[in-house]
């Protein structure tokens, strides 16, 4: 049963101080604790259980310990030092806040804010926090890998990105011309379109998505071929899918 404590808009770090005995286990790696609306057991399933059993071993692997706090918002902080409140009462539109993240010990505390948002919003959120995590410390490897396909790209023009955050950098560095050099700008733009390629792999792994189509989006022969060097890199657990011809082979368990 999902847990309804007094909140009084204490912080994120606060609150996952106090609650933290109570963290349930979902895996080795991930706990979490629910104090948004009451979820019935599909909705857990569908929240938690499903998203994590979804990742791929090697990004598990790669994660550190996360517990996952379920909110109903979270409120921005008007203080100089960025920080969100766990609030019951929706906050203004420039207040809001729709996930957030601080570490508490060896864990790092992932809070979603629930209340008026969509389960697809919610997966869509929640694999971006954990691709952050993996390519804010990506290895050599992985590295090397993929910015050489993004730079393979850039030399060849090749349009659109994946994301807005990535399709900025992307613009910035075109404009440059910092593609053919290991620039700060280029490893920028690199790490952060290996975040939004690695966030829609994720995405894709777990649910039934549709890749929007528009004058930024980056054509599907590209797309394609970000997310084979991914899966070659993170292959997906057993009985999963990546693409589409792989669905009859697959064998996800119920």
Not at 66 to 71: E, G, P, Q, S
């Amino acid at each position: 049963m999902s847990a309804q404590p007094d909140l009084s808009k204490l912080s994120l770090t606060q609150f996952a101080e106090r609650f933290r005995g109570e963290m349930i286990p979902l895996s080795s790696q991930f706990s979490y604790f629910c104090a948004s609306v009451p979820m019935s057991e599909e909705e857990l399933k569908e929240y938690l259980e499903e998203p994590v059993a979804a990742l791929p071993p090697s990004i598990a692997e790669a994660l550190p310990k996360i517990a996952i706090f379920l909110v109903p918002y979270l409120e921005k902080s008007d203080s100089a030092e960025p920080s969100e409140f766990i609030a019951v009462e929706r906050p203004p539109d420039n207040r809001s806040s729709l996930n957030s993240q601080v570490r508490l010990g060896n864990e790092t505390v992932l809070a979603f804010a629930l209340k008026g948002q969509e389960v697809a919003e919610y997966h869509y959120r929640f694999y971006n926090r954990l691709a952050t995590l993996i390519g804010e410390n990506w290895t050599e490897e992985v590295e090397s890998a993929y910015s050489r396909l993004v730079r393979e790209e850039l030399n060849g023009e090749v349009h659109g990105e994946v994301d807005e955050a990535s399709w900025r950098l992307k613009q910035s560095i075109r404009r440059g011309k910092a593609a053919k050099k290991d620039s700060k700008a280029f490893r920028e733009y690199a790490r952060q379109s290996f975040i939004d390629t690695l966030t829609l792999y994720l995405h894709g792994i777990c649910c039934d998505i549709d890749v929007e189509t528009g004058p930024r989006q980056l054509a599907s022969r590209y797309l394609r071929r970000r997310l084979q060097v991914i899966r070659g890199l993170y292959p997906p657990p057993k009985g999963y899918a990546v693409f589409p011809e792989e669905l009859k082979n697959a064998d996800r368990p119920d």
